[in-house]
C-alpha cells in the first residue's frame, strides 16, 4: 500500500526508485540488523508471481504455470531468457526494468467518486509496465 501511496505523491515511477524509497522509510519497521532486503525480496517476488501467470481475479496458491522459463524481447530485438533456475536474475530484471502507470481515466473511471452502503470511495487505476 505504501509503494501505492508513494507512486501517487512523489515523483517516483520506476519500481526499483519505489522499491528503494520503501525501504529507507521502512512502514513495517523492518528490523535491518541482518541486512535482509525485505521489500527488494517481496516486490521482486510479487513481480515474478504477476509475470508467471497471478491473476486478479482469481485466488493464487502460488502454483507457477511457466515451468521452463520466460522469454522477454527488448525494443531492439534483443532477445533475454530467464530459465526458472534464474529466478533472481529475473526478479532484478523485473524490479530495475518495470514501472507503474495509470490507465487511461475516462475509459476506466479513474479517479471518480462513487457510493456503495452510504460510504465513499474512489478508484485507482494503476499498471505495471515495462520501461521503454
Known amino acids: ?70 522469454l522477454v524481447v ?4 534483443e532477445v533475454l531468457c530467464y530459465h526458472i533456475y534464474n529466478r533472481n536474475e529475473f526478479e532484478d530484471y523485473l524490479l530495475n526494468n518495470t514501472k507503474l502507470e495509470t490507465a487511461s481515466s475516462t475509459r476506466h473511471d479513474f479517479g471518480s467518486v462513487y457510493s456503495e452502503n452510504n460510504k465513499l470511495f474512489f478508484k485507482l487505476n494503476l499498471q505495471i509496465r515495462f520501461l521503454r
Request: charged residues 15%; glycine residues 10%; hydrophobic residues 40%.
Open 1 to 70: 500500500m505504501e509503494i501505492v501511496y508513494l507512486f501517487y505523491t512523489s515523483g517516483y515511477t520506476k519500481t526499483i526508485d519505489l522499491v528503494n524509497e520503501i525501504s529507507r522509510i521502512n512502514p513495517l519497521g523492518f528490523n535491518h540488523e541482518s541486512n535482509h532486503p525485505f521489500y527488494s525480496y517481496k516486490i521482486g517476488s510479487f513481480l515474478t508471481d504477476i509475470a508467471l501467470v497471478m491473476m486478479p481475479a482469481k485466488v493464487w496458491f502460488g502454483q507457477l504455470d511457466a515451468t521452463g522459463g520466460y
Open 74 to 77: 527488448k525494443d531492439n530485438g
